[in-house]
């Protein structure tokens, strides 16, 4: 079998060995989610319960509007579920108040959106440096630089978004994220602003950092290729989990 993968067309998008997943970095236990207001109002997650290792990496998919990116923000804590418990690295998040919630998420969780998100008038170096300076960090501009040498802009860390090609843009966002050493990463759609080529490169560097890091990764992504890069991949539909199965090239025979 190991043959048969090594010489499949998809054999570059074979993760390193599966790491043996240590304590639940996240553990999400019944957790119901509605949006809107009257008769507007959908409900979105429906009695999830979810286990993630530390150190894990899970691969989130499903059809349009089955709840993917809504889970994701319940894990990054950008979303509070109607009911349910969310707890990540050892907090739960229904004991924090708002304030509580945003300094926990800007020390634990790195967050990389589809959008890339960075503010137009910060040059790439101010906007990884900013969250660290609000945070309270004293090294900002230092750490700042750091992560963006990693990402391959050292050369590009005085320019402003306007002035970075798409690609460079995630890696700023990239760097962002990691700046402040999270426990977890939750990447929504990564690379749908992306052409191939591009879009390759930012999926290898995400996948680099969480070797050399050991974080916790969770991505949503509509590429089932992508999505089996994971140790585990997790298929929503409808608001529930319709399938969690560790990740499986499928040769063609």
């Known amino acids: 079998m190991d043959s ?8 570059g998008l074979v993760a390193s060995p599966i790491a043996r997943p240590g304590p639940d970095t996240i553990a999400i236990s019944n957790v119901d989610l509605s949006l809107g207001a009257g008769a507007a109002r959908v409900h979105i997650l429906k009695d999830i319960s979810l286990r993630v290792g530390q150190g894990e990496t899970i691969g989130l998919i499903g059809p349009s509007g089955s709840g993917k990116s809504t889970l994701l923000m319940v894990m990054a ?37 589809q959008s890339f998100h960075l503010i137009p008038t910060m040059t790439a ?78 999926v290898d560097l995400l996948f680099t950092k969480h070797a050399e890091r050991g974080m916790t990764l969770v991505l949503v992504t509509h590429d089932s290729a992508l999505a089996h890069r994971c140790d ?22």
């Open 4 to 11: 048969l993968i090594e010489s499949s067309p998809l054999a």
């Open 125 to 202: 170096l101010e906007n990884v440096a900013v969250p660290l300076e609000l945070a309270g960090h004293d090294d900002a501009a230092a750490r700042a630089a750091q992560e963006l040498e990693s990402v391959g802009l050292g050369h590009r860390m005085h320019h402003y978004p306007s002035q970075l090609s798409g690609g460079e843009q995630q890696r700023v966002a990239l760097a962002r994220a990691l700046a402040p050493d999270p426990a977890i990463l939750v990447a929504d759609e990564p690379t749908g602003n992306l052409d191939d080529t591009t879009g390759k490169q930012i």
């Open 232 to 253: 585990r991949v997790v298929r929503l539909r409808s608001g529930r989990i319709e399938s969690d199965n560790k990740a499986q090239v499928k040769v063609e025979a």
């Open 77 to 113: 804590g950008l979303e509070r579920p109607d009911s349910g418990e969310v707890v990540v690295n050892g907090t739960p998040f229904n004991a924090l108040d708002e304030d509580a919630l945003a300094r926990f998420r800007g020390r634990q969780v790195g967050i990389v959106f």
